[in-house]
Each structure stands twice: as structure tokens, then as C-alpha cells.
């Protein structure tokens, strides 16, 4: 079956420290994407980057990125030099070999401290 | 350019009421799809278009029909609502199943009382 796990309910980090948010994941389909979406609590989902399972480097877009080790089937967000901003919900997404559709682990709530 | 827009933002059912969600989408996507998230969870599929004309069912299905009539509208309704489905619904947006980004319109809050 096919399922995301992030096994971290809340995190704290101090501000300009980096964090690691866990997320693993479960499919026997060879090919598939791997999201990372962040919720403030204004309740939208905004995108922050995506992992191919046949990309060969780890995905990166300015402070974020992504820790993809396959064997392992993980796939975990580091955030460089966090900043306050950065408190919210954070969620990783799998989409399958099957109409997109997005698979979601249930969220790891990050608190910046200052 | 809007990207996914959902209408209304809000909405108080009574049990047993109908009701029909829009969500929009201005970036001539293929794929559409309905989500639902509660409380301290992620989100979870309703139902999802792979082009239009056709819908599918996706893990929670039951209790909502999906229309996709036109490329850039997809409706998911509501025929007798419950307190169960009292949650917040998000639309989505992908131009291919590989596509490297899903985008979301901001959410329908809605209880059903």
C-alpha cells in the first residue's frame, strides 16, 4: 500500500539554526514525485519543492532542500538558517504512476524560536 | 493571473442541505482535484479529473459527486451534507500526472451543523 509517514508531530528550532522534518514513504510503483508543501496557519498550501524518483541530485530551491535517499525511502526537508516565517505546518506528498493524485503524510507543526 | 481560485471561501451547512463547491483554474490545467482536510491531518483525495469530461474517485469518495464540464472548472457537490463532512476542502491544479508542482486554491472552510 502505498503511504507517506512523518513521524515528527512538532518540531522547535532556533532561529538561523538548520532542521531536518522526516518523512518516509511506501510504494512498489518505480516511478513517482515527492512534494513538500508548507500550511501557515492562514490555512493555504504553498508549494516548496519536489523530488523525481529518477532524478539523480537532490532538489534544491533556496533554503529548502531535499535529503532523497531511495534505499532508504526517504525523502526529508532541511531548512537552512530558519527565520520566523518559517512556523507552520509542514507537509510531504507522494504523487503515483496514476493521474497525479497526491498522497499526504499527516504534517509536522515547526516552531521557530527566536 | 489568478492560478486556483475556490468559491465560496466559507460556508454553514444545516444537516441534510446540498451544496455545490467551485473551484476555478486560469492555467489550462489537464488534471483537477478535490481534497478534504481535518483537524490534525493532511489531506486526503475526494475525487480527481484527468481531463475534461472525466472524473474519478479518489480515497473518500463517498457522500460528494464531481462534475468537470468545462477544462477549467471542476464542481464538487455536496447532496445531503453531514456533520462528518464538516472539514476544509482544497482544489488543485496539475498540468500532467508528472508534472513537478500541484497548485492549490486558498480553501473552503465548511461546517455542516
Known amino acids: 500500500a502505498q503511504k507517506i509517514t512523518q513521524t515528527q508531530p512538532g518540531m522547535f528550532v532556533q532561529e538561523k539554526e538548520a532542521v531536518t522534518l522526516d518523512c518516509t514513504y511506501d510504494?512498489?510503483?518505480?516511478?513517482?514525485?515527492l512534494f513538500w508543501y508548507k500550511q501557515p496557519s492562514s490555512g493555504e498550501m504553498i508549494f516548496l519543492i519536489y523530488?523525481?524518483?529518477?532524478?539523480?541530485q537532490n532538489a534544491t530551491e533556496g533554503r529548502y532542500s531535499l535529503n532523497f535517499q531511495k534505499a532508504r525511502k526517504s525523502a526529508n526537508l532541511v531548512i537552512s538558517a530558519s527565520q520566523l516565517g518559517d512556523s507552520a505546518m509542514y507537509f510531504c506528498?507522494?504523487?503515483?504512476?496514476?493521474?497525479?493524485?497526491?498522497?499526504f503524510g499527516q504534517g509536522t507543526e515547526l516552531s521557530v524560536k527566536p | 493571473n489568478a492560478g486556483v481560485t475556490q468559491t465560496p471561501k466559507f460556508r454553514v451547512l444545516k444537516t441534510g442541505q446540498s451544496m455545490t463547491l467551485l473551484c476555478a483554474q486560469d492555467?489550462?490545467?489537464?488534471?483537477m482535484y478535490w481534497y478534504r482536510q481535518d483537524p490534525g491531518m493532511g489531506l486526503r483525495l475526494i475525487h480527481y479529473?484527468?481531463?475534461?469530461?472525466?472524473?474519478a474517485k479518489g480515497e473518500v469518495p463517498d457522500g460528494y459527486n464531481v462534475s468537470r464540464l468545462k477544462k477549467q472548472n471542476f464542481l464538487l457537490g455536496l447532496e445531503s451534507a453531514a456533520p462528518s463532512q464538516t472539514s476544509v476542502y482544497f482544489c488543485?491544479?496539475?498540468?500532467?500526472?508528472?508534472?513537478?508542482?500541484?497548485?492549490f486554491g486558498p480553501g473552503t472552510r465548511l461546517t455542516v451543523l
Open positions: 488543485a491544479s496539475s498540468k500532467s500526472w508528472t508534472a513537478d508542482t500541484q497548485y
Open positions: 510504494t512498489s510503483d518505480p516511478s513517482y514525485g
Open positions: 523530488q523525481g524518483s529518477y532524478d539523480q
Open positions: 506528498a507522494m504523487s503515483l504512476n496514476q493521474g497525479g493524485k497526491l498522497i
Open positions: 492555467m489550462n490545467h489537464e488534471y
Open positions: 479529473s484527468v481531463g475534461e469530461g472525466t472524473t
